[in-house]
């Protein structure tokens, strides 16, 4: 009795509600929401996503958004389940309402490379060559992860560098000590000088007089451009906006997500307007 009873206590009324109405009309995104995050809370993350199979609607992810997939995922990557959480990943990327962004990525990367799968040592992940991943660990499967995340994200915070960066140490069994771990996880401030070694990837401000990086003591040339060259640059600019910008409206398209119709030269149109500001 008191087994059935911790049990019945354990149902939250949001979830018993949305079990509820699931019973007797079809499941919609919000309830079958509830029902996935009241099971991620217990830990099942199989019972989580075979959930995901109940709205009729749903066989290509369509109804879903990320806040659906997101606990399921988080939980896969907790539970140290990396087959299930790169299938369940590679099934977000198809769903027209799922939008990633670098917390997304940091997550599955760091879980990935905690695992040490990163290491071309590694043993495959199991069912990661059924949807598309060849091999399946080691440095050309980070390249293969890198390459979509630039698909959908411009620039990573310092949370998620530092967070892929403890888990590459991790997962390669770096011996450190407590202290060089908490340098390793500090970024650099801005203006600290980086060693000769160091591959510089930051943001900078640059003195207007001396025009010296000061995370590199690089000195910075201004090259004079003519008019023809100036014209040049400017024409083709305007070329490679347009045309990243169709290969963006085309991949909203095969994802089916919807998309206002602009007309080809649009973004050679914000370019330019962009370049009279400045002027």
């Known amino acids: 009795e008191e087994a059935n009873a911790s049990k019945e ?19 919609t995104e919000k309830t079958l929401t509830l029902r996935i995050k009241a099971l991620v809370q217990k830990g099942d993350a199989i019972g989580a996503e075979r959930l995901l199979e109940t709205m009729p609607s749903n066989k290509g992810g369509g109804d879903f958004r990320l806040r659906t997939y997101l606990p399921i995922l988080e939980l896969h990557c907790e539970q140290g389940d990396i087959g299930s959480a790169l299938g369940l990943y590679k099934r977000m990327r198809r ?9 997304n990525y940091s997550l599955l990367i760091s879980a990935i490379a905690e695992r040490g ?38 620039e990573i915070t310092s949370f ?14 770096l011996n450190i ?14 203006d600290t000088l980086s060693l000769p070694e160091d591959l510089v990837v930051d943001r900078v401000y640059v003195d207007n007089e001396t025009a010296i990086c000061p995370r590199t003591n690089a000195t910075l040339r201004l090259i004079a451009l003519d008019k023809a060259q100036r014209s040049q640059l400017h024409d083709t600019l305007e070329e490679m906006a347009n045309s990243q910008y169709a290969e963006y409206d085309e991949k909203l398209k095969q994802r089916k997500q919807v998309v ?10 914000q370019l330019r307007n962009f370049a009279e500001w400045i002027e």
């Open 177 to 190: 000590d407590d202290e060089a771990k908490e340098q390793l996880n500090a970024v650099p401030k801005a």
């Open 260 to 269: 206002d119709v602009k007309d080809e030269d649009y973004a050679a149109k």
């Open 9 to 27: 206590v354990s149902i939250s009324l949001p979830e018993e509600v949305a079990t509820f109405h699931d019973s007797l009309f079809q499941p």
């Open 95 to 103: 769903a027209p309402g799922v939008h990633f962004n670098a917390e």
């Open 160 to 173: 998620c560098a530092s967070r892929m960066r403890m888990a590459f140490i991790q997962g390669f069994g």
């Open 117 to 154: 799968f990163f290491r071309d040592d590694s043993a495959p992940i199991d069912g990661a060559t059924d949807i598309g991943y060849h091999p399946a660990m080691g440095s050309q499967l980070l390249s293969a992860l890198v390459s979509e995340m630039a698909e959908d994200v411009l």
